[in-house]
């Protein structure tokens, strides 16, 4: 898989967004360590709490595939480069802290990130105090 490849899923996935409120139209496309492709699109409701950003519906396919080992990311919109909201970057940091993330103005304009770059001192499940006591072996 080429990243070009890549991007171009995510460009397909965009085409698929269910924006009737914002029209703010979001695709990704999901790469998995084994060279699957899951693409994802944004997907409001009139309600807004319950829209799903096109990151969170593309990691959130491909683990309800029983995916979970992700390599790279690809993102685009209507608007020229768009990055992946706060909730999505920590839901990607939760499978893949070390993606790659190429965030994408068109087929021939994109730009690469580690995730390390746009989540910088990060939270993940090492973190949580149960993980921490049972490497410490304290028990309750």
């Known amino acids: 898989m080429n990243v070009e490849e890549l991007v171009k899923k995510a460009i397909e996935a965009k085409e698929m967004a269910y924006v009737p409120y914002s029209k703010f139209r979001v695709g990704a ?4 360590d084994d060279g699957k492709i899951y693409k994802g699109c944004n997907i409001e409701s009139a309600s807004y709490s319950p829209t799903n950003c096109a990151e ?13 080992n ?5 993102v685009t919109s209507d608007s020229g480069y768009t990055f992946p ?8 940091r939760e499978f893949s802290p070390k993606l790659k993330i190429y965030i994408v103005k068109n087929e021939n304009e994109y730009k690469e990130f580690t995730l390390e770059e746009l989540l910088p001192h990060s939270f993940g499940p090492e973190d949580l105090i149960q993980n921490k006591l049972k490497d410490d072996k304290i028990e309750f």
């Not at 992700?70 to 690809?74: G, L, M, N, Q, S």
């Open 29 to 32: 496309a999901l790469l998995t």
């Open 56 to 68: 969170r519906t593309a990691i959130f396919k491909a683990v309800s595939e029983g995916d979970k």
């Open 70 to 74: 992700f390599t790279a990311i690809a």
């Open 85 to 92: 909201c706060g909730v999505c970057r920590q839901v990607m």
